[in-house]
């Protein structure tokens, strides 16, 4: 009787093992159909010329151009500006909205968040049409007239090799912050009201509470912010595309950029591909350092 029992859990476990390999299954496939495929088909693009009917094997070729190209070291320049001047801008004031969020109301707190998340979820060409606006070089520019007030001349910012970057950084500033603000309300809500309690009790000012307890406890979430946010602009390629198309004189030209137009404006593909593995190669390696050195006292 007991064999028996025993044989029908065994079945009734393998069953449910059998339903969950199915589940698994689906996640598995979609990542190897539409992933693990597209990058493997990139690492064998990347040594050829590729053509739709025959493509010929140039070893490493594409790799030995890229090394050699001065567009590309400047679009791995721009993309490193561009990195250093948005992500621990991004984060400061994403961690700032959070911290005024938190005296709030449940309610205000929750109008709050919905308000800063919802230019992740509106269209980014709408939004790009919104900031055009904004960036217009005529005096009708909305960025033109305030700076007009101040005795200031009308800039074209967006078609000058000297603001165009600034146009982008800006726009990055005042702009996405949804996401890491809701995700650092999270993370101070999860934060033990006893350490509160006994920075009280010691006399503790605010400042002293966000020195020793707040930043301290965040540590995971905003090097996890940090990484990500790093690797996001380092993928750059919306903005730029759209605003200034890289221009002008290639001074807002993205790596990501950069890759769209070798592959889909002058169609080698190859080249393409091993810019594409060779920007994640370099992702890699600066999240790698990210972990090592700023993760150390880190717990995950």
């Not at 597209?38 to 140039?58: D, N, R």
């Not at 679009?75 to 959070?98: K, Q, R």
């Not at 912010?225 to 602009?233: Q, R």
């Not at 404006?265 to 370099?282: D, M, P, R, T």
Request: aromatic content about 16%; overall charge neutral; proline content about 3%.
């Amino acid at each position: 009787m007991a064999r028996a029992k025993s044989t029908k859990n065994f079945r009734l476990n393998k069953g449910d093992g059998l339903w969950a390999y199915g589940f698994i299954a689906v996640a598995l496939i979609v990542y190897a159909l539409f992933t693990a495929y597209p990058v493997l088909s990139a690492f064998i693009i990347s040594f050829q010329e590729y053509k739709p009917l025959g493509s010929t094997y140039v070893g490493l070729d594409n790799y030995a151009a890229i090394f050699k190209s001065e567009l590309f070291g400047k679009a791995i320049w721009n993309t490193v500006v561009y990195t250093i001047l948005t992500v621990p801008v991004a984060l400061i004031l994403s961690f700032g909205v959070a911290i005024m969020i938190m005296p709030l109301k449940k309610w205000a707190q929750t109008t709050f968040k919905a308000v800063y998340y919802l230019p992740a979820v509106a269209s980014g060409v709408a939004l790009s049409v919104v900031w055009l606006w904004i960036f217009d070089p005529m005096a009708g520019g909305m960025l033109n007239q305030l700076i007009g007030f101040f005795g200031i001349d009308s800039q074209n910012w967006l078609g000058s090799s000297s603001t165009s970057m600034f146009s982008l950084v800006l726009m990055s500033w005042l702009s996405s912050h949804g996401t890491s603000i809701i995700i650092y309300v999270a993370a101070l809500l999860g934060i033990d009201e006893s350490y509160y309690e006994a920075a009280d009790i010691d006399g503790a000012s605010f400042w002293q509470k966000m020195w020793h307890i707040v930043i301290p406890c965040l540590k995971p979430t905003t090097l996890f912010l940090l990484v990500t946010g790093v690797i996001g602009s380092f993928q750059v390629f919306q903005n730029a595309y759209l605003m200034t198309g890289g221009g002008p004189d290639h001074s807002t030209t993205m790596v990501g950029l950069l890759v769209f137009d070798t592959a889909f404006k002058y169609f080698e593909f190859g080249a393409a591909a091993a810019q594409s593995l060779v920007l994640a190669l370099i992702i890699g390696i600066i999240a790698f350092i990210q972990f090592k050195f700023l993760g150390k006292d880190v717990e995950y």
